[in-house]
């Protein structure tokens, strides 16, 4: 079937109206009649090929919610009517210890991305949710729990679970003291959902303009990194830091915000090396990590989480035709807190 899709025609280049083809319903298959898809910064990342040559054209969009609309001869997971997501992966090998694991994210084979990734049939690739309708495998189809507001649901599906897994991997909770750097799209959901885990929850950003909002979300304290009387303030204090910003930054100053045994986890993925200085680890058996998203059952466990506890992105709804007007206030950090496009502006 050909579906109306909005796609970047080249590095750069603006994305314009074009029409796509999804593939038929296998019998494992599940087709989605996309309602709303977020706005994500690897969105920009990718078409303006920060991360390298991209396969153009190409369809962003891996925060998806929409209704099933067919299912396959073999699916029992989901079925026509049901609201579900799709997040930034629609396979992966199934095989290696890390997918039996639960962690599919971490395929040894490479997992499939939403978009711009060569598919596991080997000739086909990945287009994303900017566009009317969607062809998953059911076992990367969560289904989103009653309560949760569609369009705000739909940026959980990639900077709710983004901050989710580290906060649960690194156990924030009563009695840890978590840190936040930066408050945007993935920055606004780890404050939230940090604070539902019980942790006293402090956000880092450049200035106080938005300290307002964070109080709001569920930040307990709120600090300016522009004032260098900041890091000397909070030196020795935090259990985990969670980094959500995209761009470089001073990771042995972050680092020293630590107590012993402290972790910074970066989930922001800047184009740019971030040097480390090996007497900022040495220092307080600092660990430095990482993490991406999470895994199919901890990405349902987290859409769980936060039908139980309320919990939904801040975002401004747009037409898709406003997705380049979107683009440019993301980087001047002009939105609040997440984009999320009403795909029925598409039909």
Same mark, same amino acid.
């Given at each position: 079937m050909r579906v109306n899709a909005y796609a970047a025609p080249s590095a750069g280049e603006p994305l314009a109206p074009t029409t796509i083809e999804r593939r038929e319903v296998g019998a494992h298959d599940v087709l989605i009649a996309i309602e709303y898809a977020g706005i994500c910064h690897s969105d920009i990342h990718t078409v303006n090929g920060d991360w390298g040559p991209q396969p153009f054209p190409v369809v962003p969009g891996h925060e998806i919610v929409g209704t099933v609309q067919e299912v396959g001869t073999d699916v029992t997971t989901h079925r026509v009517g049901d609201r579900v997501g799709v997040g930034c992966m629609v396979n992966s090998c199934g095989e290696c210890d890390n997918c039996k694991a639960g962690d599919e994210q971490y395929c040894r084979q490479g997992m499939v991305g939403t978009y711009a990734v060569t598919d596991r049939d080997g000739t086909t690739t990945t287009q994303g949710g900017y566009s009317t309708h969607v062809v998953v495998?059911?076992?990367?189809?969560?289904?989103?729990?009653?309560?949760?507001?569609?369009?705000?649901?739909?940026?959980?599906? %990639?900077?709710?679970?983004?901050?989710?897994?580290?906060? #649960?991997?690194?156990?924030? +909770?009563?009695?840890?003291?978590?840190?936040?750097?930066?408050?945007?799209?993935?920055?606004?959901?780890?404050? #939230?959902?940090?604070?539902?885990?019980?942790?006293?929850?402090?956000?880092?950003?450049?200035?106080?303009?938005?300290?307002?909002?964070?109080?709001?979300?569920?930040?307990?304290?709120?600090?300016?990194?522009?004032?260098?009387?900041?890091?000397?303030?909070?030196?020795?204090?935090?259990?985990?830091? =969670?980094?959500?910003?995209?761009? #470089?930054?001073?990771?042995?100053?972050?680092?020293?915000?630590?107590?012993?045994? +402290?972790?910074? =986890?970066?989930?922001?993925?800047?184009?740019?090396?971030?040097?480390?200085?090996?007497?900022?680890?040495?220092?307080?058996?600092?660990?430095?990590?990482?993490?991406?998203?999470? +895994?199919?059952?901890?990405?349902?466990?987290?859409?769980?989480? %936060?039908?139980?506890? +309320?919990?939904v992105s801040e975002v401004e709804v747009i037409s898709a035709d406003q997705v380049n007007e979107a683009y440019e206030r993301v980087l001047a950090s002009d939105v609040r807190y997440r984009f999320v496009i009403d795909t029925s502006t598409l039909a």
């Open positions: 495998d059911a076992g990367f189809v969560l289904r989103v729990p009653d309560g949760l507001e569609p369009a705000a649901a739909a940026p959980l599906l %990639c900077a709710g679970i983004t901050t989710y897994s580290p906060l #649960k991997h690194w156990q924030a +909770g009563p009695g840890k003291k978590v840190a936040v750097v930066g408050l945007g799209g993935l920055g606004h959901m780890a404050v #939230k959902i940090a604070h539902a885990m019980g942790a006293e929850v402090t956000v880092l950003s450049q200035s106080l303009k938005k300290q307002e909002d964070g109080l709001r979300l569920g930040a307990d304290h709120y600090f300016a990194t522009s004032d260098p009387d900041t890091f000397e303030a909070l030196a020795d204090s935090f259990d985990l830091v =969670v980094n959500t910003v995209s761009a #470089k930054i001073d990771v042995n100053a972050y680092l020293g915000l630590l107590a012993v045994n +402290g972790t910074l =986890v970066n989930v922001g993925a800047p184009p740019e090396p971030l040097p480390v200085n090996a007497f900022s680890l040495i220092g307080g058996r600092r660990s430095f990590a990482g993490s991406m998203i999470g +895994g199919i059952a901890e990405t349902q466990e987290m859409l769980d989480f %936060c039908a139980e506890h +309320g919990i």
